[in-house]
């Protein structure tokens, strides 16, 4: 297997006086989808932001092709070729549709090649282009917040669950737009509580507890493993 | 499962009273003016009182505006914007008499450039100055409201010592250029030709800031870091720099409103900036935190009450604009076009 795109070593961080990862040493494949998995409360958003730059690691080391990310401050990591959609989604309620999406190219204007693929990929954002993106629906603005990821083309995508809260429809589109992230080779980690969605796109899983991955391997062991699932998250993929 | 359908928009009609919900604080003005118009009763005096009300209103909003969009986008509260009014007052009026050639001579061109290179030498001046300002005084403080006014007024009492130390600490007396003395008459009314100057120049600004706050990239940085800086540096931009960015433009702003202010009322202190505070903050407060728009409206509505208070009820003036803060919080107690909510 070629080297990962990006790699945990040991990351500790805390917030205040709480240790919400306490060693998360993890590798993400080039090219795949990995599904950080786990139950509430367990460290994997903070992993994704440990990782982003927005909380800092206290200890470890996270490695973006080789490279150290620890001196490396939030917007330089974005200029890097991370693409972060966080779980509150981060839209900008003010601005269009169409100037967040303005905010997430970053090397000139949306290409409109990629900008016809987004309107395919989720037909609202044509619709609702010059309208004020508060006044869309949650399944909207979770279209807008993963569309602004893709606004161009990254190295590693960072996906807080995407599918929270939404009706199975929207969730249809949403696999179906990752599905096609995914079929361009993009590098994806991403957190994801539903364990369809989760087998639906994932090549590799990670099983996250108490602060640290406990299991790492392919999605597809996981999948076929109920006993594994219960132990490992207390639920089975054959349940969803 | 089947894909999400493609919503179409549909758009209920707004009922009457929401259009004008929306539409109130864009009418405030007019309807001030039509209500000074009826308890005036003499249209001259009415058309003098309103010229001066609005350019005074600019020249407040072109002192505010800066603030408001540092308390918007930096939380942050700059008790010592006032010295920047102050300092560009004091550097402007320096350029001013420096160029007393220029100004005296009867030549509009001439006038006029000196006024312009005033203009410039003290929007640079407070401009580096508020970068300094914000490295050494505000940055250590952020995320703290308690902090930054002990800090801010220190800075403003510091900053206004500094204009005694270098500038003397009496009051300096200046002239307008030649050009822009005297009255322009219409009708049975004398218009000031300075203050039909000031009202061109806010309304220049005014129209400056929008667009650039809304048709530009940087704009909408700024625009979106006010809603969620966090994210803003997830895309990959440098709040920091934007953050440095726009204190200087608001301390520019402060001292280009230094210059104008002294034009105005021909006469400077180091304290005069610290005197227009208080109107400054009435204006940033009901403008709603954060908004230019709000600002905009909230510095013409101050401006022209004020004024035409003065003229029907002298004493009342001093509670006037109070009394205007008052009532528009009553109403709407975020202020009239809140861009962050108050905390």
Do not use: C
């Amino acid at each position: 297997m070629s080297e990962p795109i990006l790699q945990l070593d040991g990351v500790v961080t805390d917030i205040g006086r709480y240790h919400i990862l306490k060693g998360v040493t993890l590798d993400v494949p080039r090219g795949q989808v990995t599904m950080l998995l786990g139950r509430n409360g367990v460290g994997k958003t903070t992993t994704l932001r440990t990782i982003m730059g927005l909380w800092r690691a206290k200890a470890g080391r996270i490695l973006l092709e080789g490279q150290d990310m620890a001196p490396v401050p939030v917007s330089s990591r974005a200029a890097l070729g991370i693409g972060f959609v966080p779980e509150d989604m981060g839209i900008f309620s003010d601005l269009t549709v169409e100037e967040n999406m303005i905010l997430a190219t970053r090397s000139g204007p949306l290409d409109p090649a990629r900008r016809d693929w987004l309107f395919a990929a989720f037909p609202p954002l044509r619709t609702f282009w010059r309208s004020e993106a508060g006044n869309l629906s949650g399944g909207q603005k979770q279209m807008l917040s993963i569309a602004r990821a893709m606004a161009e083309e990254r190295r590693l995508y960072l996906i807080d669950e995407p599918t929270k809260g939404l009706a199975p429809a929207i969730v249809s589109t949403m696999v179906g737009a990752l599905r096609e992230l995914k079929a361009q080779g993009a590098s994806i980690l991403m957190v994801e509580q539903n364990l369809s969605v989760a087998r639906a796109l994932g090549d590799r899983a990670a099983v996250m507890d108490d602060g640290a991955v406990v299991w790492a391997g392919a999605m597809a062991e996981l999948s076929a493993d109920p006993a594994l699932q219960e132990r490992l998250m207390g639920l089975s993929v054959e349940a969803h | 499962m089947s894909a999400a359908p493609d919503h179409s928009p549909t758009f209920s009609r707004l009922s009457l009273t929401d259009r004008l919900s929306l539409a109130a604080p864009y009418l405030l003005v007019p309807v001030l003016v039509v209500i000074g118009f009826l308890a005036i009763g003499a249209p001259s005096s009415w058309l003098t009182l309103t010229v001066s009300g609005l350019a005074m209103g600019m020249m407040i909003f072109i002192m505010a505006s800066g603030l408001t969009l540092v308390f918007g986008l930096m939380d942050v509260i700059n008790f010592g914007h006032g010295a920047f009014i102050s300092l560009g007052a004091f550097m402007g009026v320096s350029v001013l008499f420096w160029l007393s050639a220029w100004t005296d001579a009867p030549s509009l061109v001439l006038n006029v450039a000196a006024v312009l290179l005033a203009i410039l030498a003290a929007m640079v001046f407070t401009g580096v100055i508020g970068w300094a300002f914000e490295r050494v005084i505000v940055r250590p403080v952020y995320g703290s409201h308690l902090k930054q006014i002990l800090v801010t007024v220190g800075g403003l009492i510091v900053l206004e010592q500094a204009i005694h130390v270098i500038w003397g600490a009496e009051e300096i007396y200046l002239n307008r250029p030649e050009a822009l003395r005297g009255s322009i008459t219409f009708g049975a009314s004398a218009l000031e030709r300075y203050r039909i100057l000031a009202v061109v120049v806010g309304l220049a600004i005014f129209v400056a800031m929008r667009l650039v706050l809304r048709r530009t990239k940087i704009g909408l940085i700024v625009r979106a870091g006010v809603q969620n800086g966090e994210m803003v540096e997830a895309l990959g931009y440098r709040l920091k720099l934007v953050f440095i960015g726009v204190f200087i433009a608001g301390s520019a702003l402060a001292g280009l409103g230094g210059v104008m202010w002294a034009l105005y009322e021909q006469v400077i202190t180091a304290g005069m900036g610290e005197n227009m505070m208080i109107l400054i903050f009435i204006v940033v407060i009901i403008g709603g935190l954060g908004s230019i728009e709000g600002a905009f409206i909230g510095a013409l509505l101050v401006g022209l009450l004020q004024n035409y208070v003065a003229f029907l009820e002298p004493k009342v003036a001093l509670i006037s604009n109070i009394g205007l803060m008052t009532a528009i919080l009553l109403w709407r107690p975020q202020g009239m076009m809140p861009v962050v909510k108050a905390k």
